[in-house]
């Protein structure tokens, strides 16, 4: 049996016109307000156009290929998004007609929700049965794995010596906000958050750590939190430290959530109330980080 990797992301509008298309899409086909569409076309012009999440993603995807070939595993890895192109139902084909029967589906999200990458296993396995009952292996989570850890951790260090009392530095790791109502069903989403960062702290023998959600959305109801930029705005009265690090656990490329939600508007918060906030890196395609990924997809070949 040939089998094939699908790595899968988010999606990010290509131009500014994509942007009312792309927003409908993750509505479900239901149009969106002038407003919402107006602010993000506003938010990509404050990140220099569009978002360099599919070409992160790709390069992602050739890295893998590329470590997966070098310890004699024959496979290629394609890239499909959730709601832009490529999307995983037009990927899904081009996987059949270049020969593979079977895919190892990851979403580049190292954290479960139903709610989220739910979303995902159902769009392969819709896509997989379009094409013919093509057989699917999708990797769930991966919160867990050692190299994830050790990839964060490796951002981190390089990241602490920026400031000028590193040990003094508050880590705030952060991930999506998702609505609050997922707590009903027991979604394994915060529990798996609170391991990861517990897990990278223990690497850096930090015992004090502090965690935010960003990004929620405009929907009714509540969302999970603290908020990131709220929980900034009441930091710096109560505890006058020497900085805080930003820690985007819940992300693993530079895109919108990264690049306007903390490097804008976080900042713009944290510079008018006098507190140096850094972030680190995102992990893209840094060296511990692909062999994370190669290693996941590995054991389900």
Known sequence: MATAILLM????????????????DIRRGRKPTPD???????????????????EITRAQSSAVEKQLNSQRVSTRVYVGMKHWHPYIREVVPQIVADGYDRIVGLVLAPHYSQMSIGGYEQALREAADASGGLNT?????????PLFHRAVKEKIEKALPQFVEPERVQLLFSAHSLPERILATSDPYPEQLASSCSSVADLLGRRKWS???????????????????EYLRDLRPVDPLAGVLVVPIGFVADHLEILYDIDVEAQELAGSINLELKRTESLNSSPTFISALTDIVRKHL
């Open 36 to 54: 919402a569409v107006e602010d993000l076309k506003r938010r990509y012009l404050r990140i220099g156009g569009k978002s360099p999440l599919l």
């Open 137 to 145: 292996d999708f990797v769930r989570s991966w919160y867990d794995h």
């Open 211 to 229: 965690f935010a959600y960003q990004s929620a959305g405009q929907t009714d109801g509540k969302w999970l939190g603290p908020d990131l930029v």
């Open 9 to 24: 992301a988010y999606g990010t509008p290509a131009s500014a016109d994509d942007v009312e298309p792309y927003l409908a």
